[in-house]
């Protein structure tokens, strides 16, 4: 089946930084989606992103389907930006996970 | 209210006990998803309903069983339970090639 990779697997950052996360895939997808997970566990879909590139705030991502990968960009870090980062990929009527990005923000 | 509802939330229970967590949507969409988290795991899949007739299985499957009761519901079943089924648990939606929404999450611990 599909593979999908994240990396870093770990980021620990100061307040104010900017990170790019990364999310490869082995093959072709039909969509992708970025999601937070924050410590208290909840899922936060940030940006639903097949192709091309999108900006919400100081978030932004894009994805390069042709090339299989995807890029999820934080700037101004904030302590509240801290968790796992998920891609998920869609696939054959399925969705698959990468393993995340943990970020810690330091203040 | 949250679109995607699960329950319990939070759930401790005794190896070898049945135990079912449940999860209803009012987004009105058709597929629905259990998936499992586990630490530097991410989420893997259990089991997946594209209608109420249609369930399929996931990669993670085994010592588990889904019910569909209607487009609204869909529970998880952990027959008899084990210590290394304790993960959090997210049950799941989306329409056709559309955006995935994800419950607020299950913690269970199998003691």
């Known amino acids: 089946g599909i593979q999908v990779e994240q990396s870093p697997p770990d980021l620990i950052l100061q307040e104010g930084a900017n990170s790019t996360l990364r999310c490869n895939f082995s093959?072709?997808?039909?969509?992708l989606q970025w999601f937070h997970q924050n410590p208290w566990g909840q899922l936060i879909n940030l940006f639903y992103?097949?192709?091309g590139t999108k900006q919400n705030g100081r978030l932004s991502a894009t994805t390069v389907a042709t090339e299989r990968y995807s890029l999820l960009y934080i700037s101004s870090s904030q302590t509240t930006d801290s968790g796992v980062y998920f891609c998920a990929v869609h696939r054959d009527d399925k969705i698959i996970f990468g393993k995340g990005t943990r970020l810690h923000i330091l203040p | 209210d949250a679109d995607v509802t699960q329950t319990p939330r939070n759930r401790i229970t005794k190896t070898g006990k049945r135990i079912m967590l449940e999860c209803s949507q009012t987004k009105g969409h058709d597929r629905m998803y259990w998936y499992r988290q586990d630490p530097g795991l991410g989420l893997r899949l259990i089991y997946y309903?594209?209608?109420?007739?249609?369930?399929n299985k996931g990669e993670i499957s085994d010592g588990y069983s889904v019910s569909r009761q209607a487009q609204a519901k869909f529970s998880l079943s952990l027959e008899s339970a084990i210590p290394n089924q304790t993960a959090l648990y997210f049950c799941?939606?989306?329409?056709?090639?559309?955006?995935?929404?994800f419950g607020e999450g299950s913690w269970l611990t199998v003691v």
């Open positions: 799941a939606t989306s329409d056709l090639g559309n955006t995935i929404y």
């Open positions: 093959d072709s997808v039909n969509n």
């Open positions: 309903s594209f209608d109420v007739k249609d369930i």
């Open positions: 992103i097949p192709s």
